[in-house]
């Protein structure tokens, strides 16, 4: 079983839409949580770290449900910008564990 | 600016012609890390460092080896390159475990082609 699932998508969406990705991890004593961008053939790029209490940094939206092993994240009216793949990424003790990624085209 | 760097960006090599892929980080971080991006399979961890002269598997060590004389420097060895290398590596390196909600930070990336 993979550490870290998520949808590979993709997801092709028109600017203005609200879209949500999701992502289960399989270890309940998992600390740190992140959400990565990134943009073809370059590196990833931290885009949030996912908080208990969920936090919000302007459109995007992260949500972590430790009792489900869940973690989300949500982009509000989309820009043609925000086309990436947007990898889940789980911290236990020094290692990452980095989902396959979620892509994402937001289209015109 | 704080950075990691990896060197070269692209390399096309012959099988069996030993490489070097360098990494090196200015933050001070005690971990440091390689991987391998390829299509559909996502990143995998070849090797990782907790700090100097500690180093360990990860998942898809077969091939490769790695050094850490020095806390920033962490090059990637492949001794005999072979056609099935061929991908996208990315050096990373991050605060040990116990310093609170440290992100991985990552290198530019080395897009190694070998024939």
């Known amino acids: ?108 | 600016e704080a950075q990691v760097t990896q060197n070269p960006r692209y390399l096309i090599t012959v099988t069996g012609k030993k490489l070097t892929v360098t990494c090196s980080q200015n933050m001070n971080h005690e971990y440091m890390s390689w991987y391998r991006q390829d299509p559909g399979l996502g990143l995998r961890q070849i090797y990782y460092s907790m700090n100097v002269e500690v180093t360990d598997k990860g998942d898809v060590p077969e091939g490769y080896k790695v050094s850490r004389k020095e806390k920033r420097n962490f090059p990637l060895i492949l001794e005999s390159p072979s056609p099935n290398q061929t991908s996208l590596y990315f050096c990373a390196s991050s605060l040990g475990a116990g310093k609170g909600y440290t992100e991985a930070f990552f290198g530019q990336g080395t897009r190694l082609t070998v024939v």
């Open chain 1, 1 to 108: 079983r993979k550490e870290v699932e998520q949808d590979p998508g993709p997801f092709n969406v028109p600017e203005g839409a609200t879209v949500a990705f999701n992502c289960t991890y399989s270890n309940s004593a998992s600390q740190s949580f992140f959400w990565y961008r990134q943009d073809c053939r370059k590196e990833p790029k931290l885009l949030m770290s996912v908080y208990s209490s969920g936090n919000e940094d302007g459109r995007f939206t992260a949500q972590l449900n430790r009792a489900s092993q869940y973690i989300s994240l949500l982009i509000r009216d989309s820009k043609l910008s925000d086309s990436a793949t947007y990898l889940c990424v789980v911290k236990d003790g020094n290692q990452f564990y980095f989902g396959t990624g979620t892509s994402l085209t937001v289209i015109p």
